[in-house]
């Protein structure tokens, strides 16, 4: 069991640090968008990278969710059946992807028109579409490549994935004089490079096909994890939009700032939960003796997720006098809110996971209530 706990604690340590290391690099950004950008641009910026994985996980439909449940009822016992699940999975997340941008773009006028009127079609939301067009298929082959815990690979090639990304956005604001067209377009250019790469890499572990009966088997499973993880995100695009409708651009962009400031703890949330879902998984299906292990290990890591808010809110405005201007200082009244929302966002990914066990149809009725209560308190 020791043996277990020291991979949980491995696994993490690598998300984590290859997390807190893209943080770190895109943090660099920070400087550069408040001397490049404007508060104005910045706000434009924020919007849509907010709404991009909002509409990435329409695309995807959560079917990447279900892959390290799967992987751990299928692996030992019908390698075969899992290969056609997962390969009937990814396949359709490549069609669903490409298709819903093609919607969105065909529909612009009743969807993006409406909901980002102040946004100029052409580039910023082309360039959002490129992505959310090729993001699902990368996330769906990373979900295959952590269901299976490996982590160095993984980590490895996010760190990549983001190291490009930030590399390229450098290139065109300071080189090429863009602005937050620039930033749109470095992630665009990079998901397109990664969705050749990822169909590439998941045709080593599965076939391209279409089964009806895997289809449905992963579509029961996923489909009510959709709003669940659709309420999460709605959460995260409606206060930037609701802020747009009643104030400016320029106070979405300090918002946005601090958010990024209090989004620090997702680091380690996200960090620990890369590995914790499937150690999670891993425990339950090795004996039922391991749920006090579990609820051991669980109450350690909420511990970790406090202490870090409490640091993240001291520290914020002086981090926010080293990395901005002086127009983005009073961004720091935001974060302690943020910080903290993101620590309970980290009891979510410890606690929730019972609910992945095969109980998903409770969830949406969690979070939908939570983004009804968000929505309304904005």
Not at 222 to 249: G, Y
Request: glycine content about 4%.
């Amino acid at each position: 069991m020791s043996q277990n706990k020291k991979k949980l604690a491995k696994n993490s340590l690598i998300y984590a640090l290859f997390t807190l290391l893209q943080r770190g690099f895109a943090f660099f950004l920070i400087p550069l968008y408040t001397t490049q950008l404007s508060t104005e641009e910045y706000g434009l910026l924020g919007i849509v990278m907010a709404a991009i994985p909002f509409f990435v996980l329409i695309a995807g439909l959560s079917l990447r969710g279900s892959t390290a449940f799967f992987y751990y009822e299928f692996k030992d016992s019908n390698a075969t059946y899992l290969k056609k699940l997962w390969g009937s999975s990814f396949t359709l997340v490549l069609i669903l992807s490409v298709c819903f941008a093609l919607f969105l773009w065909l529909s612009k006028s009743f969807i993006l028109d409406y909901f980002f009127k102040d946004i100029p079609f052409y580039p910023y939301l082309v360039l959002a579409l490129i992505s959310v067009a090729t993001q699902p298929v990368y996330y769906y082959y990373q979900s295959m490549l952590k269901a299976k815990q490996e982590a160095n690979r993984a980590a490895l090639l996010d760190f990549i994935y983001f190291f490009i990304i930030i590399s390229l956005t450098i290139l065109f604001i300071l080189y090429f004089n863009f602005k937050a067209e620039g930033a749109l377009l470095a992630l665009a250019i990079s998901n397109v490079i990664f969705f050749f790469y990822s169909i590439y890499g998941a045709l080593k572990e599965i076939n391209l096909c279409l089964h009806k009966e895997q289809l449905k088997k992963v579509l029961k499973y996923a489909l009510p994890i959709l709003p669940h993880n659709l309420s999460a995100w709605a959460m995260n695009l409606a206060d930037r939009i609701i802020l747009n409708s009643l104030t400016t651009l320029s106070l979405v962009g300090l918002f946005d700032i601090g958010s990024q400031i209090g989004k620090l703890i997702n680091v380690i949330t996200l960090g620990v939960n890369s590995a914790y879902s499937p150690w999670f998984f891993e425990q339950l299906k090795a004996s039922e003796d391991n749920k006090k292990v579990i609820a051991n290990v669980t109450d350690k890591i909420v511990l970790l997720y406090i202490l870090f808010g409490i640091a993240i809110s001291w520290l914020a405005p002086e981090l926010l006098k080293l990395i901005s201007n002086e127009a983005f200082h009073t961004a720091w009244m935001v974060v302690p809110f943020i910080a903290f929302a993101f620590v309970v966002n980290g009891f979510y990914y410890s606690f929730s996971n019972v609910f992945f066990l095969e109980k998903t149809k409770y969830l949406p009725l969690i979070t939908g209530a939570g983004a009804i209560i968000n929505i309304a308190l904005n």
